[in-house]
């Protein structure tokens, strides 16, 4: 099983650029999540979606927006990058609203 | 307030040293409580959780949750060099999903 596979790896972007953070998950899981991690303060939820076609904000869903098409995929979209928005971004997903979440391997993204 | 806090360390202990990780929360709403290990540039991966008050054994790992006093505790025994990583704990009342996390603790095990 791949689990959650998160695209790109890393990436550079100008600041006003946009782009797309693509996240894929293979066990059927409803609820998905994307997280951001700066260095020093653990994760903080931007979007969630608990099925498709739902989905709600985060404690940080500014300049950030999602969509929920199928159960399979959770992109996030960063529109007009600015350098606050250097992190790393982790998606995952579950089968409960209580525990089991599966995290991909991140996306290193840095806007300058 | 944060509704997670956790001493962000470091922490760096001798090999075979018990460790003690350990988390408190002001949201009495929290149901389900979760350790996970983060390796550097890695995914957090789950390690334990627990539902509700009480221990939970596995391995050299134990969890505690102690309700009453909002506090959640990890214990390593015999803690080993494969053992240094970040270390985050995390709840959520079960009803959204939306877990939150503590800013984690960055243990390190010395040969």
């Known amino acids: 099983n791949a689990g959650v596979t998160q695209t790109p790896k890393f990436r550079i972007l100008k600041i006003g650029q946009s782009m797309t953070l693509q996240c894929t998950q293979d066990m059927n899981h409803n609820y998905m999540y994307w997280y951001r991690q700066d260095p020093g303060m653990g994760l903080k939820l931007i979007y969630y979606s608990v099925g498709a076609g739902i989905t709600d904000k985060g404690e940080v869903p500014n300049g950030y927006n999602v969509s929920r098409s199928t159960t399979e995929d959770f992109p996030l979209r960063l529109e007009l990058a600015a350098p606050s928005q250097t992190s790393v971004y982790f998606c995952a997903s579950s089968s409960t609203s209580g525990y089991g979440y599966t995290f991909g391997s991140g996306t290193r993204l840095t806007v300058v | 307030q944060k509704e997670v806090e956790q001493d962000p360390g470091p922490l760096s202990v001798p090999e075979g040293a018990i460790v003690s990780l350990n988390c408190t929360y002001s949201n009495s709403a929290f149901q389900y409580f979760m350790w996970y290990r983060q390796y550097s540039r890695k995914g957090p991966e789950l390690l334990m959780y627990?539902?509700?008050?009480g221990n939970k054994e596995d391995g050299r790992f134990t969890a505690q949750v102690d309700k009453s006093s909002k506090y959640i505790s990890l214990f390593i025994r015999d803690s080993q060099p494969s053992d240094s990583a970040t270390y985050l704990c995390a709840m959520n009342s079960g009803n959204t999903g939306k877990l939150i996390f503590g800013q984690g603790t960055t243990l390190q095990v010395k040969p």
């Open positions: 627990t539902y509700s008050s």
